[in-house]
């Protein structure tokens, strides 16, 4: 069945880099996604990953994909104020294209 | 800004009432998804419609009912509200209907009193 678990909450000072993990339990999974919301707004598609691929890198975003273990990791370099927000891992199985969220991480950046 | 766009942006209404939420896609998206997030039960999908016929259907009340128009609007209608009902119900449109970019709007944020 589709099951995507996040950790509730990471603190991480201004600067240094933040990894937000996720896991899932389909192994059908097609695409995993990496999404942010902000207080009061939607969710921002940050980027995502085809399950055939490892790892990917735009910008100050890098995902790694561990298929074996079902676990997606979201790291973010030189973490800023401004990328304090709840990010959602998602992931879509087989041809269907609904999405099935995580719980969501909090990340606070701290000064 | 996604390009998709919801109206309203709050809603408050009272129990037992009907509301209907709106919404339009980019513009070339052919899909239309709805998703409810509530603090006890997350973001959970709802519904999809892929150039006006519903496409895929998922944890939606029967109190629920949603459509897509043909200049590729959606609506989302919500009827016999129950307090429960209260959440943010968000858009997202895709260009396709396979797994694919999903872009979300604004939401509008039900209250139910």
């Known amino acids: 069945g589709e099951d995507v678990e996040q950790s509730l909450f990471l603190s991480v000072r201004e600067g240094d880099s933040s990894v937000i993990n996720c896991t899932y339990t389909?192994?059908?999974?097609?695409?995993l996604y990496w999404y942010k919301q902000e207080p009061g707004a939607g969710l921002q598609l940050l980027t995502y990953i085809f399950s055939n691929m490892d790892m990917k890198q735009d910008q100050r975003l890098t995902v790694l994909l561990n298929k074996k273990d079902k676990h997606l990791s979201l790291r973010i370099a030189d973490t800023q104020t401004g990328d304090s927000a709840i990010y959602f891992c998602?992931?879509?199985?087989?041809?269907?294209?609904?999405?099935?969220f995580g719980t969501g991480t909090r990340l606070q950046v701290t000064l | 800004d996604s390009g998709v766009t919801q109206t309203p942006k709050h809603l408050i209404t009272a129990t037992g009432q009907r509301v209907t939420l709106r919404c339009s896609p980019r513009?070339?998206?052919?899909?239309v998804y709805w998703y409810q997030q509530s603090l006890d039960q997350g973001l959970q999908f709802l519904i999809q419609?892929?150039?006006?016929?519903?496409?895929a259907k998922g944890n939606i009340l029967e109190r629920f009912s949603a459509q897509q128009f043909p200049d590729l609007h959606s609506e989302l209608n919500l009827s016999s509200l129950e307090l429960g009902d209260s959440a943010l119900y968000f858009c997202a449109s895709s260009v396709g209907d396979r797994p694919y970019e999903q872009y979300f709007g604004p939401g509008t944020r039900l209250t139910v009193t």
């Open positions: 419609y892929y150039n006006g016929e519903e496409r």
């Open positions: 513009s070339g998206d052919l899909s």
């Open positions: 389909d192994s059908s999974s097609t695409y």
């Open positions: 998602a992931e879509t199985t087989g041809t269907a294209s609904k999405l099935t």
